[in-house]
T-cell receptor, first 112, second 113 residues
Framework: EAQVTQNPRYLITVTGKKLTVTCSQNMNHEYMSWYRQDPGLGLRQIYYSMNVEVTDKGDVPEGYKVSRKEKRNFPLILESPSPNQTSLYFC???????????FGPGTRLTVL | GENVEQHPSTLSVQEGDSAVIKCTYSDSASNYFPWYKQELGKRPQLIIDIRSNVGEKKDQRIAVTLNKTAKHFSLHITETQPEDSAVYFCAASVGTGGFKTIFGAGTRLFVKA
């Protein structure tokens, strides 16, 4: 089954404790992206990747890191999480940046 | 910077009526305009998209129109049904090569039975 998976689905952590949210897709998509969703603000792009070893900043990259060592995986890293990073995070993948994006199930992160 | 504005933020219609959601974008180089539907507690899913070389696209009860000169595009849902109730997001590809995606803030659609 073609899909995008994310783990964990829910995470409660404390300020400053490094964490990684994993994202994996099995559709051989070149383009992958991370978004955060906050009430009234829609989906805001954090980082995107055009292909392996090619990543770039979206609209709200501060406080986040990503890597794309393999085509299928695109982890999101929060080196020192802060409460303003409490949000719902979605990973997405598509053939190109101008094609349908397939979203993962979301990760709800709470930073205390 | 680039942005996408979406209106209205909330829309309530009677079952069977039409619903229209409008978006404007700022990047004249944008070429791809998708619409996503997000049901409560679910992930966004594409319902229709349009590219800059097309002015209108229709898929059963859903249609999208694009006016590149005015830099706005709209989603039209006809004969609305209760299952159309959801949050709808418009988006646009922006930047050199269209590598970034900017989403509108969303429209919460209520369809009253």
């Amino acid at each position: 089954e073609a899909q995008v998976t994310q783990n964990p689905r829910y995470l409660i952590t404390v300020t400053g404790k490094k964490l990684t949210v994993t994202c994996s897709q099995n559709m051989n998509h070149e383009y992958m992206s991370w978004y955060r969703q906050d009430p009234g603000l829609g989906l805001r792009q954090i980082y995107y990747s055009m292909n392996v070893e090619v990543t770039d900043k979206g609209d709200v990259p501060e406080g986040y890191k990503v890597s794309r060592k393999e085509k299928r995986n695109f982890p999101l890293i929060l080196e020192s999480p802060s409460p303003n990073q409490t949000s719902l995070y979605f990973c997405a993948s598509s053939s190109t940046s101008e094609d349908e994006q397939f979203f993962g199930p979301g990760t709800r992160l709470t930073v205390l | 910077g680039e942005n996408v504005e979406q209106h209205p933020s909330t829309l309530s219609v009677q079952e069977g009526d039409s619903a229209v959601i409008k978006c404007t974008y700022s990047d004249s180089a944008s070429n791809y305009f998708p619409w996503y539907k997000q049901e409560l507690g679910k992930r966004p899913q594409l319902i229709i998209d349009i590219r800059s070389n097309v002015g209108e696209k229709k898929d059963q009860r859903i249609a999208v129109t694009l006016n590149k000169t005015a830099k706005h595009f709209s989603l039209h849902i006809t004969e609305t049904q209760p299952e159309d109730s959801a949050v709808y997001f418009c988006a646009a590809s922006v930047g050199t090569g269209g590598f970034k995606t900017i989403f509108g803030a969303g429209t919460r659609l209520f369809v009253k039975a």
